[in-house]
């Protein structure tokens, strides 16, 4: 904050006030501590963890983990989904206006999935997360927006969700905690339509570790350690991205998966979106 000793006021800087003070702006802040903090509570589970060599599942932190979560990435799913990350997918703003099924795979409290719900009213979804706790939320806010006819959330891992084919499958930040993000893949690559896209949002992330050693990517690499690798070790398939893997190890995982098509077709400071296609 910044102080003036002759008025004896306080005021933020714009820059301040548009980072720390606008929840549903394009970017909060805010949501990154509490996230912070509520991991924090688990420190001695994950200092076990890395003694041993075992895992610290996401269902195992505190609840402010999950709302911090998505206060952080939030604002900037609404800032950029329907108006740019969408639209530069290939012809699947058309099938969405249209009436597309969409799965929103590992969907926490429903953010994204409320965002393109409300977006595209002829469409159908589903949400699903191994959570059970955060799917409750998830029901509980798509009833209170008004929108249940049009969503359905379920209890489901990312190898387990059923319901296609879909026209659209949707991972956010999300694919880099799975223990077997390989299985996951494959498994949303059967439930794509034979023209479906795999839509798939992860953090910003460079090539190599000095492209990341910035504000953005020390952050990354800290909850990486403490909370997204941890997670994925406590599932099965031994395979961990963490939440700094980038864009050729996604590549590479989506060949192995049996995608044909992949492209990176957009990004922000804090995340980069794919397109993967059968």
């Known amino acids: 904050m910044e102080y003036d000793p002759q008025t ?18 394009a970017v909060f802040a805010p949501g990154a501590f509490e996230l912070a903090l509520g991991a924090l ?9 890395f003694r041993t060599g075992g895992g610290v599942g996401w269902h195992e932190h505190d609840e402010e983990v999950f709302s911090g979560c998505e206060r952080f990435f939030r604002p900037g ?16 703003e058309a099938k969405l206006n249209g009436g597309a099924a969409v799965a929103d795979v590992g969907c926490g409290h429903g953010a994204s999935t409320t965002l393109m719900t409300r977006a595209f009213p002829k469409s159908r979804f589903t949400g699903s997360d191994y ?15 008004g929108l249940g006819d049009q969503v359905t959330f379920e209890v489901a891992s990312a190898q387990t969700f059923d319901g296609g084919p879909y026209d659209l499958v949707t991972s956010f930040d999300c694919l880099h905690d799975m223990g077997n993000p390989v299985g996951a893949a494959k498994h949303i690559r059967e439930m794509l339509a034979p023209d479906g896209t795999w839509m798939v949002v992860e953090p910003y992330a460079g090539d190599s570790v000095t492209d990341n050693l910035n504000p953005v990517g020390r952050v990354y690499y800290s909850f990486s350690t403490f909370l997204c690798v941890p997670n994925a070790l406590s599932q099965d398939g031994g395979y961990s991205l963490g939440a700094q893997a980038g864009e050729e190890p996604i590549r590479r995982l989506a060949a192995d998966a049996g995608y044909t098509r992949f492209r990176r077709v957009a990004e922000t400071p804090f995340n980069i979106v794919y397109q993967a296609r059968p």
């Open 77 to 92: 799913y609404a800032a950029n989904l329907v108006a740019s990350w969408l639209p530069a997918l290939e012809g699947v």
């Open 41 to 49: 509570r688990s420190e001695q589970k994950v200092i076990q963890a």
């Open 131 to 145: 959570h059970e706790e955060s799917i409750i939320q998830a029901r509980k806010r798509i009833a209170e927006a």
């Open 8 to 25: 004896g006021s306080y005021s933020l800087t714009p820059e301040q006030a548009f980072a720390l003070t606008d929840p549903d702006g």
